[in-house]
T-cell receptor, first 113, second 115 residues
Framework: GNSVTQMEGPVTLSEEAFLTINCTYT??????LFWYVQYPGEGLQLLLK?????DKGSNKGFEATYRKETTSFHLEKGSVQVSDSAVYFC????????????FGSGTRLSIRP | NAGVTQTPKFQVLKTGQSMTLQCAQD?????MSWYRQDPGMGLRLIHY???????DQGEVPNGYNVSRSTTEDFPLRLLSAAPSQTSVYFC??????????????FGPGTRLLVL
């Protein structure tokens, strides 16, 4: 079946450090892939997405590349800020069932000043 | 533009009680959905709707009912609450009937505690 696995947290970094949050998926065909972010006390917001192999999604300095060969969609940022502290969710929407979405368990990120 | 609104923000129920979680959006989105968020498990899809009068089950539909009589509203009903339904519930909407593959807009959530 379809599933998403992301690295467990919490992840704690110092400000201006490089960030990678790993995400791998299992799916048939070519799913759409997403990163959503949840700030404390709020609902989720779309951070970026990619809909086909080798696509790169980017937003607010974050990037992720859709790698079909490794079934991965790792989230990266070159220099994190305290305001990036949040929970990050990797997700996929199956090609065969675009009305559904499957989320990973989330990775909590804390940035120290 | 209020976006996606949810009421109540917080609710305590006793086992066996019923209640309705309200969700409304003012963006004329076709697709609406309900999720529950439990610690360490991410979000799981309960029910979704691709338009008024059309609903379908998600990953964890048992114990929940939905209806979609208007484009704007998508209430979630718990007929007989159980402690296992203690969770944070999020409603979301997106443009177009292929909703989950489009950008979803989430409400602020309803925290439910069942005793």
């Amino acid at each position: 079946g379809n599933s998403v696995t992301q690295m467990e947290g919490p992840v704690t970094l110092s400000e201006e450090a490089f960030l990678t949050i790993n995400c791998t998926y299992t799916a048939t065909g070519y799913p759409s892939l997403f990163w959503y972010v949840q700030y404390p006390g709020e609902g989720l917001q779309l951070l970026l997405k990619a809909t086909k192999a080798d696509d790169k999604g980017s937003n607010k300095g974050f990037e992720a590349t859709y790698r079909k060969e490794t079934t991965s969609f790792h989230l990266e940022k070159g220099s994190v800020q305290v305001s990036d502290s949040a929970v990050y969710f990797c997700a996929l929407s199956p090609y065969s069932s675009a009305s559904k979405i499957i989320f990973g368990s989330g990775t909590r990120l804390s940035i120290r000043p | 533009n209020a976006g996606v609104t949810q009421t109540p923000k917080f609710q305590v129920l006793k086992t066996g009680q019923s209640m309705t979680l309200q969700c409304a959006q003012d963006m004329n989105h076709e697709y609406m959905s309900w999720y529950r968020q439990d610690p360490g498990m991410g979000l799981r899809l309960i029910h979704y709707s691709v338009g008024a009068g059309i609903t379908d089950q998600g990953e964890v539909p048992n114990g929940y009912n939905v209806s979609r009589s208007t484009t704007e509203d998508f209430p979630l009903r718990l007929l007989s609450a159980a402690p296992s339904q203690t969770s944070v519930y999020f409603c979301a909407s997106s443009y177009g009937s292929q909703g989950a593959s489009e950008t979803q807009y989430f409400g602020p959530g309803t925290r439910l505690l069942v005793l």
